[in-house]
């Protein structure tokens, strides 16, 4: 069962990123916004999280999808949708090419960095539930 957040029930973000500072500075600030996180350091470890929580959206870091152009490798979306079939994928990166070259299996693509509040925007417009939130965290509720 999840906790309840400020909009009903709190949604799930995977965070992948190779970078452990950013990911544990990523927790927090997610979780301020009413999002439950999880967070892997590369796409195997991220597998086994969507798997077994179905989160309702994935924030990727360009740098670790093999099947982003500048990678050359195999999208990791169609195992990541095999797993959990209605989760979003949302492609951050610091590379400014990671724009020109976006990625077919991503909803959304931005760059980092950004505010807290335009990260919690990003994801509340790809899930849809942009209306009524506030651009301030919340407290966590249960």
Same mark, same amino acid.
């Given at each position: 069962?999840? @906790? =309840? ?5 709190? =949604?799930? %973000? #995977? ?7 950013? !990911? ?9 916004? &009413?999002?439950? %996180? $999880? ?15 179905? /989160?309702?959206?994935? !924030? ?13 490798? +195999?999208?990791?979306? /169609?195992?990541?949708?095999? @797993?959990? /079939? *209605? *989760?979003?994928?949302? +492609? $951050? ?10 990625? #077919? ?6 760059? =980092? /960095?950004?505010?807290?509040?335009? !990260?919690? @925007?990003?994801?509340? =417009? %790809?899930? &849809? ?8 965290? %919340?407290?966590?509720? *249960?």
């Amino acid at each position: 069962m999840q @906790a =309840k957040g400020i909009m009903g029930l709190r =949604k799930t %973000v #995977v965070c992948i990123d190779e970078y452990r500072a950013l !990911l544990e500075t990523l927790v927090p600030v997610l979780e301020s916004f &009413g999002y439950d %996180v $999880w967070t892997a350091q590369s796409i195997d470890e991220a597998y086994e999280l969507v798997a077994n929580h179905h /989160p309702e959206a994935i !924030l990727l870091d360009y740098n670790l999808c093999p099947g982003c152009p500048a990678n050359g490798g +195999v999208c990791a979306a /169609p195992k990541f949708h095999a @797993a959990s /079939p *209605t *989760t979003k994928i949302l +492609v $951050w990166s610091a590379d400014g090419s990671a724009l020109q070259h976006h990625p #077919v299996c991503a909803q959304a693509i931005f760059m =980092k /960095p950004l505010s807290p509040t335009d !990260l919690a @925007a990003h994801l509340d =417009k %790809v899930l &849809g539930e942009q209306e009524g939130r506030s651009t301030f965290p %919340v407290p966590r509720s *249960t």
